[in-house]
């Protein structure tokens, strides 16, 4: 098998979204693009070794590798619409690319997202999505436009997939929420496109809260003052919590792929408001200041945050 026959047997799939003129099978995709709105992209490489096990199950390869660039797209408060794979791949194993295959298509259809082209090569096993949406004019949400006296609030729970790779180390077993909650993250879209016009700023969680509200921080020049006491937790990391003292997990673990937002004290009975009709647990955890640092009050442990180098 080349790599063409490897595209059109895996990879090209029948697409049913009229905005697509090209997909698969030419030098380059074409989609429309409709007047006032602009493309939001975003690009994430999972890599063996670094972002999963080498006995993780190309189902669970091929939906995180989705899952982790639309949690991008839902940051930005657009909606996902087509994405690129480029794939490297030790050696030609068929059965492996058919599980993989099968459940990123069952995911690209999960999220209405169409694949519309890529690259195979030969390697250490990588996968890499560019993932591509569209968003009103001037109305993404950005990093930088968090102000002073804005709350800042966090979806759904932290910290469980920092537990869950923690107890792998340590060679425990983990629950099965908590395999679910690293090898199958839930990209908050819904939550993403309802908070567009509310929230004055968002970032997705994947290298930890720490790191990434501090990328709010900085961008938008303020500070904030968040308190562990009110940081949403599953019943496992309560649990954790309650026996080992260690809020790490919590405050700079990665892999949660929740959105961190800010938004006036005003809109906050609208925020969950929003919460409710999405079905997403939204916790209120701190508030922005003026003073240009991260206060974490019941923290004071050094930063564990992930670092890609």
Request: aromatic letters at 8%.
């Amino acid at each position: 098998m080349n790599e063409f026959e490897l595209i059109q047997n895996y990879f090209n799939w029948p697409l049913s979204d009229p905005t697509i003129e090209l997909g698969i099978g030419d030098d380059a995709g074409i989609f429309d693009l409709d007047s006032g709105y602009q493309l939001v992209t975003t690009t994430d490489t999972l890599s063996e070794g670094v972002h999963f096990f080498k006995d993780t199950t190309p189902e669970d390869i091929a939906y995180k590798s989705l899952a982790v660039n639309l949690s991008d797209i839902a940051a930005m408060g657009a909606t996902a619409k087509y994405f690129t794979l480029a794939i490297t791949l030790p050696k030609l194993d068929e059965n492996w690319l058919e599980h993989f295959s099968k459940s990123l298509k069952k995911a690209s259809k999960k999220y209405n997202v169409s694949l519309i082209g890529g690259d195979t090569t030969r390697g250490a096993l990588n996968i890499t999505i560019t993932m591509m949406g569209i968003v009103e004019k001037s109305k993404a949400i950005k990093r930088s436009g968090a102000m002073n006296g804005d709350n800042i609030y966090v979806s759904g729970d932290i910290g469980d997939a920092a537990l869950c790779l923690k107890k792998i180390n340590e060679a425990e077993k983990p629950h099965k929420a908590e395999m679910l909650r690293l090898n199958k993250p839930i990209p908050r879209l819904e939550l993403g496109i309802a908070i567009n016009g509310i929230a004055s700023s968002c970032v997705d969680i994947s290298d930890g809260l720490e790191q990434d509200l501090s990328h709010i921080i900085k961008a938008s020049r303020v500070g904030a003052m968040i308190d562990v006491q009110k940081l949403p937790l599953s019943q496992s990391m309560a649990n954790y919590i309650a026996d080992n003292d260690d809020w790490s997990l919590v405050v700079c673990g990665g892999d949660d792929y929740e959105l961190c937002f800010t938004a006036p004290e005003s809109l906050h009975s609208e925020i969950m408001k929003i919460a409710k009709i999405c079905k997403i647990r939204v916790t209120k955890i701190g508030v922005i200041n003026d003073s240009k640092k991260l206060k974490i009050k019941g923290y004071d442990g050094h930063s564990k945050s992930y670092q890609h180098f």
